[in-house]
């Protein structure tokens, strides 16, 4: 059974980086297949942030792509989310998930942007 | 980009079908046949119902299916059950490995 677990800090200042991490059990992101971060603001709908593919290559949302960066670390069956310069604006339920459409997902973690 | 246009809500009695649409343009719902359907109760995450417009996951049942018609995709729930109360939302291929969401339809079981 395919499962995700998001982890990273619930709290973030604003201006400084948000990075959350996703560890995947019962298959290996070497394999294949994208793996893919959505996020979704309380209260509000679905946003695509970006994915990257088993190989390393990666794809972010446009409005996003200059803050955001997706890593694998295959070693340890992870990859993660980085985004710089966080604001309010940044608050929500993140998500990831496995491929494109994504067929698996984690719980998803709440990041809150506050100073 | 611009989010795909849903209505925010819609409503039908147990066994009733009711459909929600999914308006997009040519760069994306009309230009691909790469439209997904999400289902999220509260306090979950999102499970598909839909991909590739018309195609169920394994255990999603026949109840839910999709179509599309030019720029508009649509998401058709038959026999309308009360764990069908939910939030709905819809996806697409945008092109250079871009996806587009729906706002997103609070669909209600009366």
């Known amino acids: 059974q395919v499962q995700l677990q998001e982890s990273g800090p619930g709290l973030v200042k604003p201006s400084e980086t948000l990075s959350l991490t996703c560890t995947v059990s019962?298959?290996?992101?070497?394999?294949?297949?994208?793996w893919v971060w959505i996020r979704q603001p309380p209260g509000k709908g679905l946003e695509w942030i970006g994915s990257i593919y088993h190989s390393g290559s990666t794809f972010y949302n446009p409005s996003l792509k200059s803050r955001v960066t997706i890593s694998v670390d295959p070693s340890k069956n992870q990859f993660s989310l980085r985004v710089n310069s966080v604001t309010a604006a940044d608050t929500a339920f993140y998500y990831c998930a496995r491929d494109n459409p994504p067929d698996y997902w984690g719980q998803g973690t709440l990041v809150t942007v506050f100073s | 980009q611009s989010a795909l246009t849903q209505p925010p809500s819609a409503s039908g009695s147990p066994g009733q079908s009711v459909t929600i649409s999914c308006t997009g343009t040519?760069?994306?719902?009309?230009?691909?046949?790469?439209v997904s359907w999400y289902q999220q109760h509260p306090g979950k995450a999102p499970k598909l119902m839909i991909y590739?417009?018309?195609k169920r996951p394994s255990g999603v049942p026949d109840r839910f299916s999709g179509s599309k018609s030019g720029n508009t995709a649509s998401l058709t729930v038959s026999g309308l059950q009360g764990e069908d109360e939910a939030d709905y939302y819809c996806s697409s291929y945008a092109g250079s490995n871009n996806v587009v969401f729906g706002g997103g339809t609070r669909l209600t079981v009366l």
């Open positions: 019962g298959y290996s992101i070497n394999s294949g297949y994208y």
């Open positions: 040519s760069s994306d719902v009309g230009g691909y046949n790469f």
């Open positions: 590739e417009v018309t």
